[in-house]
Nanobody, 116 residues
Framework: QVRLVESGGGLVQAGGSLRLSCTAS????????MAWYRRAPGQQRELVAR???????NYADSVKGRFTISRDDAKKVVYLQMNSLKPEDTAVYYC??????????WGQGTQVTVSS
């Protein structure tokens, strides 16, 4: 059974930092592209950051220079280091594992709230 379990969310003041973790089980983690998405209240889910099996990364423009995605294939964990957080970063953050063209898994989400 495939599981993606996020952790590390919480409440933080603007300008602060959080590190999200997503631990995977039941998949050959190293071959998957891993990503973080988020959904703010009343908005559509959006891609935050992605890291391929070869560790190439890409980021949403809104988080470039503030967020860093990384992976540890031995531990089957993907991280999202979030610095200089802003109130507009408040959202539920979801872990995503993808193996093109059709295999996609989602975590249950973790809440990040940034107070002004």
């Amino acid at each position: 059974q495939v599981r993606l379990v996020e952790s590390g969310g919480g409440l933080v003041q603007a300008g602060g930092s959080l590190r999200l973790s997503c631990t995977a089980s039941g998949i050959n983690f190293s071959i998957y592209t891993m990503a973080w998405y988020r959904r703010a209240p009343g908005q559509q889910r959006e891609l935050v950051a992605r890291i391929t099996s070869g560790s190439s990364t890409n980021y949403a423009d809104s988080v470039k220079g503030r967020f860093t995605i990384s992976r540890d294939d031995a531990k089957k964990v993907v991280y999202l280091q979030m610095n200089s957080l802003k109130p507009e970063d408040t959202a539920v953050y979801y872990c995503n594992a993808a193996f093109p063209p059709y295999t996609i898994y989602w975590g249950q989400g973790t809440q990040v709230t940034v107070s002004s």
